[in-house]
Nanobody
């Protein structure tokens, strides 16, 4: 059984910062890409940032220069440092990981339960 558990969400004023964490646990053989997505009310889930096992990153245009994704492979944890937050960043943020549960190499996508980020104006 694989779990992704997020933490670090909350309420912050515009211009403030938050740091999200997501830790994978369970029967995991290897983790490939990890990432963060978000879903605002009445909107579709959208990509925020991704990071490969080698550390290559990709960001949505709306967060470039403000958010930083990083990971600690030994801890099976991905982070999202969010600075200069705006009200439009308000959403439920979901952690995502592509991982294998055994040496046969089949890769599956897992999601966390989500953490609420609310930015007040």
């Amino acid at each position: 059984q694989v779990q992704l558990v997020e933490s670090g969400g909350g309420l912050v004023q515009a211009g403030g910062s938050l740091r999200l964490s997501c830790t994978a646990s369970g029967s995991i053989f290897s983790i490939n890409a990890m990432g963060w997505y978000r879903q605002a009310p009445r909107k579709q889930r959208e990509l925020v940032a991704t990071i490969t096992s080698g550390g290559s990153t990709n960001y949505a245009d709306s967060v470039k220069g403000r958010f930083t994704i990083s990971r600690d492979n030994a801890k099976m944890t991905v982070y999202l440092q969010m600075n200069s937050l705006k009200p439009e960043d308000t959403a439920v943020y979901y952690c995502n990981a592509h991982l294998s549960t055994d040496s046969r190499g089949a890769v599956f996508r897992y999601w966390g339960q989500g953490t609420q980020v609310t930015v007040s104006s």
